[in-house]
């Protein structure tokens, strides 16, 4: 079935930029709503943005609106989230999901860290 690996993750200076990729492998994106996610010690998991399969809606946290861009290849089977205006706060592991075959699908996340 699906299987997500997120890469692009890192070390950047406050207001910096990151990209974050998602590559899917098992099944067409084409069907389902991707999204990511993040998660620091000791809180909750927290959705940042979302996209559509068709029509490509999008959504976003009010943490990272503004701020950060949730993309789709479903050619290339990828997932992307630009990161920009980066923030300490938004030092997280940055994961991909999709809700699919009745079950959550996550991939083991890409670490970011955001320190001066």
């Known amino acids: 079935q699906l299987q997500f690996v997120e890469s692009g993750g890192g070390s950047v200076q406050p207001g910096g930029s990151l990209q974050l990729s998602c590559s899917v492998s098992?099944?067409?994106?084409?069907?389902?709503?991707l999204a990511w996610f993040r998660q620091t010690p000791g809180k909750e998991r927290e959705e940042l943005a979302c996209?559509?399969?068709?029509?490509?809606?999008?959504y976003y946290g009010d943490s990272v609106k503004g701020r950060f861009t949730i993309s789709r290849d479903n050619v290339r089977n990828r997932l992307s989230l630009q990161m920009n205006s980066l923030k300490p706060e938004d030092t997280a592991v940055y994961s991909c999901?999709?809700?699919?075959?009745?079950?959550?699908?996550w991939g083991r996340g890409t670490q970011v860290t955001v320190s001066s």
């Open positions: 999901h999709t809700f699919a075959f009745g079950r959550n699908f």
């Open positions: 996209i559509s399969s068709v029509d490509r809606n999008t």
């Open positions: 098992g099944e067409a994106l084409n069907y389902y709503s």
